[in-house]
T-cell receptor, first 113, second 114 residues
Framework: DGGITQSPKYLFRKEGQNVTLSCEQN?????MYWYRQDPGQGLRLIYY???????QKGDIAEGYSVSREKKESFPLTVTSAQKNPTAFYLC????????????FGPGTRLTVT | QQQVKQSPQSLIVQKGGISIINCAYE??????FPWYQQFPGKGPALLIA?????SEKKEGRFTISFNKSAKQFSLHIMDSQPGDSATYFC?????????????FGAGTRLFVKA
């Protein structure tokens, strides 16, 4: 089965801790994306990557970091610098950046207390 | 110029009725306009998409109407069903975002009453 997997589905952390969200795709897509979704605010782009070993900041990158060491993997680290990290995080991929359908994972709901 | 404005924020429709969601954009360099459907606790999934060289695209009960001169596009759901209750996002991508991003609208929560 081709698709995008995100783990875990639910994640709980204490304030001040860094946490890494996993995203893996077996669609052989070049482009991958991380979005944050808050109620009533749609999808906001955190980071995106066009190809391996390359990534660019999106609209709300502060307090987040990513890596793209492998084509199929694009993990997101939510650092302690992120002021309001509690949210639903979505990973997506597309054949090429900016064009065509984006395939989304099931999301990770992060709660920081 | 990078925004995509979506309305209404929420919509209640009777079963069998027509649901209409509207979106507007400013940057004429956008060349790909998808609609995504999202159920609670799930990731969005592509519903239907259109390129600016056509004015309408229909897939089953779902139709996109595209008005290039007005820089507007809309989603029509005919014979709306309770199973259509979800959040719908319009988006714009391709040229105009540096070519690498898709800009999403804020979403419309649709509720179809049985």
């Amino acid at each position: 089965d081709g698709g995008i997997t995100q783990s875990p589905k639910y994640l709980f952390r204490k304030e001040g801790q860094n946490v890494t969200l996993s995203c893996e795709q077996n669609l052989n897509h070049d482009a991958m994306y991380w979005y944050r979704q808050d109620p009533g605010q749609g999808l906001r782009l955190i980071y995106y990557s066009q190809i391996v070993n390359d990534f660019q900041k999106g609209d709300i990158a502060e307090g987040y970091s990513v890596s793209r060491e492998k084509k199929e993997s694009f993990p997101l680290t939510v650092t302690s610098a992120q002021k309001n990290p509690t949210a639903f995080y979505l990973c997506a991929s597309s054949l090429e950046a900016g064009h065509g359908e984006q395939y989304f994972g099931p999301g990770t709901r992060l709660t920081v207390t | 110029q990078q925004q995509v404005k979506q309305s209404p924020q929420s919509l209640i429709v009777q079963k069998g009725g027509i649901s209409i969601i509207n979106c507007a954009y400013e940057n004429t360099a956008f060349d790909y306009f998808p609609w995504y459907q999202q159920f609670p606790g799930k990731g969005p999934a592509l519903l239907i998409a259109i390129r600016p060289d056509v004015s309408e695209k229909k897939e089953g009960r779902f139709t996109i109407s595209f008005n290039k001169s007005a820089k507007q596009f809309s989603l029509h759901i005919m014979d709306s069903q309770p199973g259509d209750s979800a959040t719908y996002f319009c988006a714009a991508g391709g040229g105009g975002t540096g070519g690498f991003k898709t800009i999403f609208g804020a979403g419309t929560r649709l509720f179809v009453k049985a």
